[in-house]
């Protein structure tokens, strides 16, 4: 069993492409299911597995009398109660892929305590990778990109990455609504990050440092272009995953086994 | 004028520092306001000079009929049609330092696009810094540190930096409830963050070699412990702030003109 958590910065487009990747596999006639994982998404346009929502609800705790901003914390805290639930759902799915959608906010899932463990507890079904959408428009702007912001979304992946210990697919959402040049050049510092050029600024140094120290370790590893809303790139996201968790196997190798 | 910007994860206190700092000022016969931008907050402990919600409400924006990620997303982005009022309201003050409440999810205030705008907007007013608040539940847990979680907490504040281009205090909350061995520990890992230890995991040399390139270019710079509960580090606070903005003349000298 591969579990695919699908997370992103708010309005990335994590619903979407778990919608859209759900609709591939199925339409490639293999085993998947969708798990939501956020307690205050308000329209799911697929049918998942499993929904938090029938444990737990943010707006039933807006109504309960907590404010906005603690009852997003106590509903994605709340979560991990349910753990066995959960895994229980999905376990008796017995299918090869698990779709985990997360909170709108990728702060709750990625940087709480309480969701840290509940990852882990999940982990323990099967092969895990996490799969992060970038948004473009937190780096590109009016066809420039800021290379400065770039870098920022890369490291906010990274950040998650090693806190998870897990592989991670990097995937730019969105990329019928960029340029073709944008696309090329952000492609191309995706190839080798420390051919980016950051000026003289003041944290030019600190930034390429960094860049330098990702290529060191190996790279980025899995980055692609995709589009949830005009499909694009979703049979390279299954490439994607398939190289991570099954070492390259494609689809024919591995089904029809009704569990992996 | 001195722009503090209060940054952190959901829970790590943001607000009461923005209270005792507040306090603090005061108490010590300098000038200083806060402004609230939480759109969704719900009580504020401090009287803020100016208060987003006049404007923006989250709670109304949903009762609007937005959905609650819907509503946050919006509430945010709106902030930046305010700019001018929140600027206006910030000179006719004429405080030397402006404390800046930010959303309770820094996601939405540090990975937006309008907020980037906004704050780019803001520092037109003054010398700025980013106060980054981190909570040590994410990488302590009855009484050990998990170095792994404890660098992402670190990257992920180091991704706004770079993505804001502002200097950053790095401050740990909450200091009363960790054991003395813990905050000992932590702070030689803040001296010279390439002694952490990472052992021999599969991503230890991937952290390895982030930690080494931001020593390599110069370390974190201020870094330090705080409690705002119990009020413990407010005069460190302030003096690295004063470190950063004021090139670390104290408030003697720069005081009691009226506006810097």
Chains 1, 2 share one sequence.
Request: aromatic residues 10%; proline residues 4%.
């Amino acid at each position: 069993m591969y579990l695919i958590h699908v997370i992103g910065t708010a309005g990335s487009g994590k619903t979407s492409i778990v919608k859209v990747m759900l609709d591939w596999l199925e339409d490639h006639e293999m085993s998947a299911i969708a798990v939501n994982l956020d307690p205050a998404v308000e329209v799911i346009p697929y049918s998942p597995h499993f929904d938090i929502r029938k444990y737990v609800n943010y707006v039933s705790l807006l109504e309960e009398g907590l404010g906005p901003n603690g009852a997003f914390i106590k509903s994605v805290d709340l979560m991990l109660k349910y753990v066995d639930k959960i895994k229980e759902s999905i376990e008796e799915a017995a299918s090869n892929y698990v779709l985990i959608d997360t909170p709108g906010q990728m702060e709750l899932f990625a940087f709480r305590k309480s969701t840290f463990e509940l990852v882990k507890r999940l982990n323990e079904l099967g092969k895990a990778v996490m799969l992060y959408i970038l948004d473009p428009s937190l780096f590109v702007s009016e066809g420039k990109i800021d290379a400065f912001s770039f870098v920022s979304a890369i490291l906010l992946g990274v950040s998650v990455k090693i806190r998870f210990k897990l592989p991670m697919i990097f995937a730019i959402n969105k990329v019928d609504l960029l340029d073709d040049y944008v696309v090329e050049l952000i492609s191309s510092w995706l190839g080798d990050l420390s051919t980016i050029p950051f000026g003289s600024e003041e944290y030019a140094p600190l930034v390429q440092s960094l860049v330098n120290a990702i290529e060191e370790a190996g790279g980025l590893g899995e980055t692609l272009f995709v589009s949830a809303l005009a499909e694009i790139g979703i049979d390279d996201l299954y490439a994607a995953i398939q190289r991570i968790v099954a070492g390259g196997e494609d689809y024919a190798t591995e089904e029809p086994s009704a569990r992996l």
